[in-house]
Structures are given as C-alpha cells and as structure tokens.
C-alpha cells in the first residue's frame, strides 16, 4: 500500500511528488488506519484560482484532486505526515 | 511533441532505495537525492520550507466560480480617474489575509523592500493600463488594489485569490521573494483583469490563455515601465525570481519557452513552444503554467515583427481581445487565435501589417486561426520519486 501526494501549479509551474510506501514505515498500522479514515468519497471538484497549488492524491483505489484552499483538516493532515516521511 | 524525456523535469527520477535529504523546498524529491550527495551547506534552510509555503488556511475564500464579481460598493473621497488606489499588507508570515496595513496611496516608501516593491510595480501596473488602454484599475472602475506580503513561512508562491495580490517570501535557496520581480506582480495583477473580462476557465487550453494574458501584460508592465523595445526587452517572465544558486534566468521566457532554466537541480523549463509539443497533463490544471508557452510565443512574434515598443500595437491588440466580446470562458488557442487576428484587422486593417504578423504568428506557433488544433495524444510523464520510501525518517 503505498500513498502519493502530488503538487502541481503555482506561479512557477514546477510540480513535486512525494510518496510513502505504508508497509515501510515504522508505524503502517497507524498509517492504514488514518488513510482509511480519510473522506475520500467527500471530495467534491473545486475551481482553482489563479497559480494556486493543485493536489493530487493517490491511494490506491482513490484518487482525489484537491485545490490548495481544500487542503484542510485531515488533508492537511495527510500532505504533512507523508513529507515528513519523506524527511520533509 | 517533444518527448516528456526530453523537456520535463519530472521525468527525472531518481534510483529506488537513496535516501532524501532531510530537506523541502520546491525542489522536487528527485532534485533532493541531487541536494542531498551535493552535501552543501548552502541548501540547509531547504528543510522546513515547503511544508509551510505549501498550504493555506481555509478562510481565504475560494473565487466564486463562473461568476464576476460585483464592483465592490465603496464610500470613498472623489477621486481622480486613473488615480492608483494602492494599501499594502503584510501577514507577517502567517497565512491569514488581509494582514496588518502597512501602506497606503499617500503614504512615503517605509523599510521593507517587499512592501515598496508591491507598491511600485502595482502602480507601474496601473500606469500601462490606465495610459496605453485606457483601463481604471483591475475592474475598469477604479477599484483598490490590494496587495499581502510575507505571507506564510517560506511560502514559494504568489497568488490573486479574487480580491487581492499575494506575495511569498519564497525559500531563499531556490526562491527569492516573489515581489522581486515586476512581471510577477504585473502577471498577478492580470489575473484580477481578466477575472473581470474575459473570465477565462482556469482549466486546460482556456486556463493556459489566462496564464499567456497574465504574462504577456507581466512582460508589457516591465517594458513599460523600463521603456524597453522589443528588441531591447528580456521577454523573461519573474527574472530575478531564482537565487543565484539555480540556473536559471527566470521562470519563462516569451521569446523561447523551454530555455528560462536548465539546471542540475531544478531540471530543465518544460514549457513548449509550439502545439507540437502541447502536453496533455491532469496537473496543473491541465498544464496551465506549461502549454501557455505557446500563446505567449505568438504574442512574442507578433512584437518581434511589428517591432517598436510591444505594449503599443500588439499589447492593443491582445487588450481589446480580451475585454471584448469575441471570447467566452472556454475559449481555446484557435478561438483566442480567431479573436485576435480579427481585432487585428478591425483596428488596424484587414491585409495590413498588424493583421498578417497575427495571423503569422500563430501559424508559427502551431495554431491555425480558428480551426480547433488536433492535439497530440501523449500523456505528459507523470512518474513519482519514490526514493524517500525506502528510508523512513521519523516526522520533525
């Protein structure tokens, strides 16, 4: 089980990813339990406004698009923990 | 098309199994394996910086999709049309909107840079479009023009979030503060433009045409304001914007999309110049900040073969494009194309000079004027760095 974060947009147009693979990390079960927890099926399509960042997350079967003003909450939560698994 | 391999950064990816850098910044994780063997101090502070530039709070209001706003009803002392109606904000690094005030229209240059650097490219931006077009500010009415600085930590960004300009500081290793540049200003002060106008989808072809808009009056606010020619201008898009630790000239160039930077860390400048390297892409707003390199081309042309200053005839041309009524939200290239190659000629003749460097222009580039471009079916790379998995490292 692995999760993807990927920013795209922005001024600069220069995109990130950052990935974390769940079985690796010290704590998977903690992992599970929180991507499970996520409201993936609340996602609702949101207008970017001009050079904002775009979202994408991945997690296989979801997958959700999020404009920066949605990452909120447990998103915020989300894109947080997974760069600083990847020491960000 | 150019391959994806060939022009996109992204593609880059570094070996399964090396470890990141404990580092963040808009570099991406694959750029971060480079940081990380390079072992230079100098990238030290990269650390902490995208985790805080990354993400906003949630009260600042979304735009209102589709819809224009309405012109704000404001009391305020008669004022003299054409008049810059400029305050200056600063968040202090949080990320709350509007910030403390810290300078209004009558008020003397105080000691931030950034402040005085918002204020005067927000009014170098109000003099190209009050003096050459005629236009009052953002709405046409004279509406204020708001600006945040040192918004967030670190924050790699600048932003219109509907209703004012928002600046980051950036991170300092790769990003220098975004007010730096006049373009970036001029280009955010657009998006409010055509937010009013033509109201351009921010999504894919009619998304990219409302990044080409922002940086094709970015550009003419610079010129302006240097009394710069064509042939004497940049045509570069946040020069200045990179620390002397990139290479790189700046964010994009006009004039060759594709050649703004070419560095070891942050790759080379995807952007392309042409339809034949259009990139279909889910990111980004289907590629928004890439494929407006091809319309930004074609305005780059129309100057280059008209000559003299380009905020006169081709800026004209492109203004009255984009405040009449030959567009809609979803206009693409060929439409824009159509729109502009007819502006042309009412104003300036059919069959003359302006007209044929339009209609040329966009030959060059790809688009033929009015007819819907077939766009290649290549998926633009998206592969992901997968090299911080393999050594977990435990939250800051």
Same mark, same amino acid.
């Given at each position: 089980?692995?999760?993807?974060?990927?920013?795209?947009?922005?001024?600069?147009?220069?995109?990130?990813?950052?990935?974390?693979?769940?079985?690796?990390?010290?704590?998977p079960?903690?992992?599970?339990?929180?991507?499970?927890?996520?409201p993936?099926?609340?996602?609702?399509d949101?207008?970017?406004?001009?050079?904002?960042?775009?979202?994408?997350?991945?997690?296989?079967?979801?997958?959700?698009?999020?404009?920066?003003?949605?990452?909120n909450?447990?998103?915020?939560?989300l894109?947080?923990?997974?760069?600083a698994?990847?020491?960000? | 098309?150019?391959?994806?391999?060939?022009?996109?950064?992204?593609?880059?990816?570094?070996?399964?199994?090396?470890v990141l850098?404990?580092?963040?910044?808009?570099?991406?994780p694959?750029?971060?394996?480079?940081?990380?063997?390079?072992?230079?101090?100098?990238?030290?502070?990269?650390?902490a910086?995208?985790?805080?530039?990354l993400?906003?709070?949630?009260?600042i209001?979304?735009?209102?999709?589709?819809?224009?706003?309405?012109?704000?009803e404001?009391?305020q002392?008669?004022?003299?049309p054409?008049e810059?109606?400029?305050?200056?904000?600063d968040?202090?690094?949080q990320?709350?909107?509007p910030?403390? *005030? @810290?300078?209004?229209?009558?008020?003397?240059a105080?000691?931030? #840079?950034?402040?005085?650097?918002?204020? %005067?490219? &927000? =009014?170098?931006?109000?003099?190209?479009?009050w003096?050459?077009?005629g236009r009052?500010?953002i709405?046409?009415?004279?509406?204020?023009?708001?600006?945040?600085?040192h918004?967030g930590?670190?924050?790699?960004?600048?932003?219109?979030?509907?209703?004012?300009?928002?600046?980051?500081?950036g991170?300092?290793?790769?990003?220098?503060?975004?007010?730096?540049?006049?373009?970036?200003?001029g280009?955010?002060?657009?998006?409010?433009?055509?937010?009013?106008t033509?109201?351009l989808?921010?999504?894919?072809?009619s998304?990219?045409?409302?990044?080409?808009?922002?940086?094709?009056?970015g550009a003419?606010v610079?010129?302006?304001?240097?009394?710069?020619s064509?042939?004497?201008a940049?045509?570069?898009?946040?020069?200045g914007l990179?620390?002397? *630790? @990139?290479e790189?000239?700046?964010?994009?160039s006009?004039k060759? #999309?594709g050649?703004?930077?070419?560095d %070891?860390? &942050? =790759?080379?400048d995807p952007?392309?110049?042409?339809?034949a390297?259009y990139?279909?892409?889910?990111?980004?707003?289907?590629?928004v900040?890439?494929?407006?390199?091809?319309p930004?081309?074609?305005?780059?042309?129309v100057?280059?073969?008209?000559?003299?200053?380009?905020?006169?005839?081709?800026?004209q041309?492109?203004?009255?494009t984009?405040?009449?009524t030959?567009?809609?939200r979803?206009?693409?290239?060929a439409?824009?194309?159509?729109?502009t190659?007819?502006?042309?000629?009412?104003?300036?003749?059919?069959?003359?000079?302006?007209h044929?460097?339009?209609?040329?222009a966009w030959a060059?580039?790809g688009?033929v004027?009015?007819?819907?471009?077939e766009?290649?079916?290549?998926?633009?790379?998206?592969?992901?760095?997968?090299?911080?998995?393999?050594?977990?490292?435990?939250?800051e």
């Amino acid at each position: 089980m692995k999760v993807i974060v990927s920013r795209s947009g922005g001024m600069a147009g220069i995109r990130l990813t950052w990935e974390v693979r769940v079985e690796e990390q010290p704590d998977p079960n903690t992992w599970a339990t929180f991507l499970n927890s996520l409201p993936w099926d609340d996602v609702t399509d949101s207008e970017a406004g001009p050079d904002r960042f775009a979202y994408r997350i991945r997690c296989a079967p979801h997958e959700v698009v999020l404009a920066e003003p949605q990452v909120n909450g447990p998103w915020r939560d989300l894109v947080n923990r997974v760069k600083a698994a990847n020491g960000m | 098309m150019d391959t994806p391999q060939n022009t996109a950064p992204q593609n880059r990816v570094p070996q399964t199994g090396q470890v990141l850098h404990r580092h963040c910044s808009i570099v991406p994780p694959y750029l971060l394996v480079r940081l990380a063997k390079l072992d230079d101090p100098r990238f030290a502070q990269a650390a902490a910086a995208a985790r805080h530039s990354l993400l906003r709070d949630s009260h600042i209001r979304e735009l209102r999709g589709g819809a224009h706003p309405l012109p704000q009803e404001r009391i305020q002392p008669a004022r003299t049309p054409g008049e810059s109606d400029r305050t200056i904000s600063d968040a202090g690094g949080q990320e709350r909107l509007p910030g403390r *005030q @810290v300078r209004t229209e009558r008020q003397p240059a105080g000691p931030d #840079p950034a402040a005085n650097e918002a204020f %005067d490219s &927000l =009014g170098a931006t109000q003099s190209l479009f009050w003096t050459e077009f005629g236009r009052d500010s953002i709405d046409g009415l004279g509406l204020p023009m708001n600006a945040t600085v040192h918004y967030g930590q670190n924050y790699d960004n600048a932003f219109w979030d509907g209703e004012r300009m928002v600046f980051g500081d950036g991170d300092g290793e790769v990003f220098n503060r975004f007010t730096i540049s006049p373009s970036v200003i001029g280009h955010e002060l657009t998006h409010g433009v055509t937010q009013f106008t033509a109201n351009l989808e921010y999504r894919d072809q009619s998304g990219a045409l409302n990044e080409s808009i922002s940086d094709v009056f970015g550009a003419l606010v610079e010129q302006y304001a240097a009394d710069q020619s064509t042939s004497e201008a940049s045509w570069l898009i946040g020069e200045g914007l990179f620390t002397d *630790q @990139v290479e790189g000239v700046a964010l994009r160039s006009m004039k060759a #999309p594709g050649t703004a930077y070419n560095d %070891d860390v &942050l =790759g080379k400048d995807p952007q392309p110049d042409t339809m034949a390297g259009y990139i279909e892409t889910e990111d980004d707003n289907g590629g928004v900040h890439l494929n407006s390199g091809i319309p930004n081309r074609a305005f780059y042309l129309v100057a280059e073969a008209l000559g003299g200053n380009a905020w006169e005839t081709p800026g004209q041309i492109w203004y009255d494009t984009l405040t009449g009524t030959g567009l809609t939200r979803r206009s693409d290239f060929a439409a824009f194309a159509a729109a502009t190659a007819e502006t042309a000629a009412r104003l300036y003749g059919t069959g003359g000079a302006a007209h044929d460097a339009v209609v040329t222009a966009w030959a060059t580039v790809g688009v033929v004027v009015g007819v819907r471009s077939e766009l290649p079916a290549t998926e633009f790379a998206s592969p992901t760095a997968s090299g911080g998995s393999a050594a977990p490292l435990p939250p800051e």
